[in-house]
């Protein structure tokens, strides 16, 4: 018996090699699945987001041998001085409440006065 004109050894062989390439490609996909999910559980421990089930079973199921790629993490990394550099929404009504308000209207005033007055150069209308 053939099978697409190949003899039944050559057609077992075919099914053997498609069945380990599936299983293979499988096996990438899921792990670029787990590292996926490893790099959202970085994201929301960093950002303080709640986890995600979906993720936590995901890494369950690909074991510890699961790390995120390098370039993601130096991704993940850089940004974080950043993060530090802004201060909380706590700390900046601190310094409003810290502010001189009669030296902000003050600045407020000049800056008013200086840019009418430059208007007043540069347009002829007015």
Known sequence: MS????????????QKQMVEEKMERDA????????????????REKYRIPKSEQDEIMLQQAGDDIDVPEELVKMVDGEAPQEEENP???????????MDVGQLKEKAQATLVEMKSKAEEKCTVM
């Open 88 to 98: 909380s929404i706590m700390a900046q009504m601190q310094n409003l409440q810290n």
């Open 28 to 43: 990438e996909f899921a792990t670029k699945k787990a590292e996926r999910a490893c790099l959202r559980t970085c994201l």
């Open 3 to 14: 099978h697409d004109g190949m003899s039944r050894e050559e057609y077992e062989e075919y």
